[in-house]
């Protein structure tokens, strides 16, 4: 009797006896250590069954509850690769564009820093006066 019923699976035992016969109380059901035969006993007088009938009722639901448990297990396990799966994807895709972006970006200051070097050499005088115009307002920003 101890090795049909553990306290674990009892818990989910318990919850199929209810279903399957609703005259089932919390007391019926309460689940002592070193009293199973104590519970097989008020189960037996509770319901009608025999103690053979009882013991067969009990093992199909805890086949039926353990196989439950194996397949939400499997689909607990399916859930998690597909998570895992799911963010390596999105790190992928994230770096990739972080790697576009930054060249982009690359390009654009190589640009603009082109740009920079041609206008000083087309306009040497303007392009000292407006450093100096925009030394001047930095330092007066920075005096603050």
Request: proline letters at 1%; aromatic letters at 4%; glycine letters at 6%.
């Amino acid at each position: 009797m101890k090795d049909l019923i553990t306290e674990g699976s009892w818990n989910r035992i318990k919850g199929k006896l209810r279903e399957k016969y609703g005259q089932l109380t919390d007391n019926d059901l309460e689940f002592m250590k070193g009293k199973e035969e104590e519970l097989f006993g008020r189960l037996q007088t509770k319901l009608g069954l025999s103690r053979e009938q009882l013991v067969s009722v009990i093992n199909n639901l805890k086949e039926a509850t353990d196989a439950g448990a194996a397949t939400l297990n499997e689909t607990v396990e399916q859930l998690k690769k597909k998570a895992t799966d799911f963010t390596s994807d999105v790190k992928s895709a994230a770096i990739d564009k972080a790697r576009e972006l930054g060249e982009q970006t690359e390009s654009m200051v190589r640009s603009i820093h082109q740009n920079a070097r041609d206008y000083v050499r087309r306009e040497p005088r303007k392009a000292i006066c407006k450093a100096l115009v925009a030394g001047f307002v930095v330092g007066l920003m920075l005096r603050r």
